[in-house]
């Protein structure tokens, strides 16, 4: 698989990474399945990927477990992603807090690397920047980590330009994290239509493609509706994120079909599935992108990485740019 590079100082890591949320909450959490989650964390390492994304919030700890299991052995071939800032108050409900003190930033990556059975991390992120604590204080917490040896890079996800520009003046970001998708645009500064055109300057991926920071999208699969899989909202059990989602109630999805109805078009051009097209329009907005689908199943595994070696031409990316701006919020 095509190698893009983790920020300016980072490592290669392949094109495509692996988000893990997925395999412990969030998403249809009764068909979790722990020992075929660490076979399709191993089937990855297998077919070329190399980065992996989790955060101590998922599960309240299980996904870094789960994680650490599964890459026992073979922990130097990946470059392994986790976060901070977010504290679980009830596991039943996600229900969480932010907490960005020091203090608790450095008991947290000391759980994670215990959890994650590593010396350790090579990316952490700042989950989401806590409003009741100055920016500087936390990360400057998480660069202490970096110069103890504890953590490679550091990184934030769903931070504004200037909350970025404030953290990278301070110590090098390595990654932005935030959601990108076709229905998802803001990153881009596309999310609606009196936003359109700006340019890059102007939009994270472009203040990250500036500062030579990689931009890690992700949910680039729209949480799975840009597959063209879902519907209706009776399709999700009831304890599924997306089940209480404003963009996953049936008026929404009804009305968003003409995005996917988009997606399908260029997909049949290609002889490509939507999913596939989906990643392949996130991938072809710089290089300095590497999104992270998830995926508990094997067969749709298989699909996503193969979309690394999808080209979408102009005319494709011009009509996929053009799809309608989504119907619903996010949360």
């Known amino acids: 698989m095509e190698q893009r590079k983790l920020g300016a100082s980072g490592p290669p890591v392949s094109a495509l990474g692996l988000g893990c949320m ?3 909450w969030g998403y249809a959490e009764g068909q979790r399945n722990d020992e075929e989650s660490v076979r399709i964390i191993a089937e990855a390492v297998g077919l070329g990927v190399t980065f992996f994304d ?3 919030v998922y599960g309240d700890g299980h996904n870094e477990r789960l994680l650490g299991k599964a890459l026992a052995g073979r922990r130097d071939e990946v470059v392994l992603a986790t976060k901070c800032g977010l504290v679980v108050d009830d596991l039943a409900t996600r229900a969480m807090h932010r907490d960005g003190r020091p203090e608790r930033v450095r008991v947290a990556v000391e759980a994670s690397l215990r959890r994650l059975d590593t010396d350790t991390i090579d990316l ?3 989950h989401r920047a806590d409003p009741d604590v100055p920016l500087a204080e936390t990360w400057g917490a998480m660069a202490g980590l970096v110069e103890a040896g504890k953590v490679g890079r550091i990184g934030l996800s769903e931070v504004s330009i200037a909350q970025a520009a404030e953290a990278h003046r301070q110590h090098p970001v390595a990654a932005v994290q935030s959601e990108l998708s076709l229905w998802t645009r803001e990153p881009l500064g596309r999310a609606g239509d009196e936003l359109a055109g700006l340019p890059p300057a102007e939009n994270m991926v472009g203040w990250c493609a500036r500062n030579d920071v990689a931009f890690v999208p992700f949910a680039p699969l729209g949480r799975g509706f840009l597959t063209g899989a879902y519907t209706r909202t009776e399709q999700f059990e009831q304890s599924d994120f997306r089940a209480s989602s404003p963009r996953f109630q049936d008026e929404a999805l009804t009305a968003n079909g003409r ?10 051009r290609h002889g490509a599935t939507p999913a596939q097209v989906a990643i392949a329009w996130t991938l072809a907005q710089g290089e300095h992108v590497i999104p992270i689908p998830g995926t508990k199943n094997s067969r749709y595994l298989r699909e996503n990485t193969e979309a690394a070696d999808l080209r979408l031409g102009d005319a494709d990316l ?5 799809v309608p701006v989504a119907v619903g919020s996010r949360y």
Do not use: H, K, P
């Open 22 to 24: 997925g395999m412990s």
């Open 54 to 56: 989790t955060s101590d």
């Open 259 to 268: 995005i996917v109805d988009v997606v399908r078009a260029v997909a049949g």
């Open 124 to 126: 952490l992120y700042l």
């Open 318 to 322: 011009a009509e996929l740019d053009g």
